[in-house]
């Protein structure tokens, strides 16, 4: 969560992840993904994406090449690219264009 704090903070925040996309990662031939870490995965992105959200933050670019894993053996995913984030007002109507 801590990387989410800071784009909310400082807009254009780089961090470096060691580890690679977890769509490239899960299909590698060499990688068995368990109903375990599959659901490890899942409950992270939703938290981030709960957690973003609750920020008022839209990210409008969430797709599997932007779920990096920290490291290349970790189970630890970050949302990368924040370009297309929008800060939004939930009393207002917010429209995609």
Do not use: W
């Not at 996309?21 to 993904?33: A, G, K, N, V, W």
């Not at 929008?86 to 917010?94: E, G, L, M, N, V």
């Amino acid at each position: 969560m801590k990387s989410y704090k800071q784009f909310l903070s400082v807009r254009g925040c780089v961090c470096s992840v060691g580890g690679r996309e977890l769509f490239e990662r899960i299909i590698s031939d060499d990688y068995m993904l368990t109903e375990r870490e599959c659901v490890h995965f899942m409950r992270q992105i939703c938290d981030a994406v709960c957690y973003i959200h609750a920020q008022h933050v839209l990210h409008l670019d969430l797709k599997p090449e932007n779920i990096l894993c920290v490291t290349a053996n970790s189970n630890e995913i970050k949302i990368i690219d924040f370009g297309l984030a929008r800060k939004y007002d939930p009393s207002k109507t917010f429209k995609v264009s």
